[in-house]
């Protein structure tokens, strides 16, 4: 049995990748900050396959510790998914305006807690396991009023650019999902009707394609891969 962390997995493309995985008899760990969806999900994933739970923080080393420990006890990791991310206030300000506290947030979730489960599980990823960092147009287009998120993301995306880099022998993707019709896409903009974003399944195609084909590391947006791939 293979085995995947997703953080961020108790809703939106973490749930949705979760699901995929599961029907495939994977062991999962998923962790996310708020308990009750975490244990909503758990119990549905728990009909399916292996599954372990931790509530919690990616960016509490406490957290992380424990996310370790249990893919140590489920046989090893072959598959990490950095899925949390913090999107910053609502709506989100201009930078003149960015409370400079808030921001430190942001990158501690969507940049270092990355890098920091990266380091963790480094030496003990079972053989032939790739890592899944999920990025977004934000880290490469300058829109105004993203400029926390999207700078976070756009660290993300170098960090993993020069990580993949430096570590020819794994596959690393920085994967961009899209617009999906997500709670933090409601957040994003919460005054509009997103009901005409595509729902975040559309996008798990694409990630399975990764997963499953061993495509070189780099970057890629997860819908064209689904149309490439038949999806």
């Not at 990748?17 to 999900?41: F, H, V, Y």
């Not at 989100?92 to 506290?101: M, N």
């Not at 993993?160 to 430096?166: D, K, L, N, R, V």
Request: glycine share 10%; net charge negative; with cysteine.
């Amino acid at each position: 049995m293979k085995n995947a962390l997703i953080t961020g997995g108790s809703r939106g493309l973490g749930l949705a990748l979760a699901r995929q995985l599961a029907q495939r008899g994977w062991g999962l760990i998923i962790d996310a900050r708020e308990s009750k969806a975490l244990e909503q999900a758990h119990s549905e994933l728990l009909r399916l396959t292996t599954v372990i739970a931790i509530p919690g923080s990616v960016t509490d080393d406490s957290h992380r510790k424990a996310l370790v420990e249990s893919a140590t006890k489920l046989g090893g990791l072959d598959l990490l998914v950095n899925n949390a991310s913090f999107l910053g206030p609502s709506p989100q300000p201009s930078l003149q305006e960015y409370p400079l506290e808030v921001l430190e947030q942001v990158y501690r979730t969507n940049v270092i807690a990355p890098l920091a489960l990266i380091q963790a599980f480094y030496t003990s990823f079972n053989p032939h396991a790739c890592i899944i960092n999920v990025t977004s147009d934000a880290g490469v287009e300058a829109y105004g009023g993203w400029g926390g998120y999207g700078s976070s993301k756009a660290a993300l995306e170098h960090l993993s650019h020069i990580f993949a880099e430096e570590n020819p022998g794994l596959r690393v993707y920085w994967v961009d999902p899209g617009d999906m019709r997500t709670q933090m896409q409601q957040e994003a903009f919460p005054d509009e009707e997103i009901s005409d974003r595509p729902l975040p399944e559309e996008s798990v195609p694409g990630l399975m394609a990764l997963i499953d084909d061993g495509l070189p590391s780099g970057r890629y947006r997860a819908r064209e891969l689904s149309v490439k791939n038949g999806g």
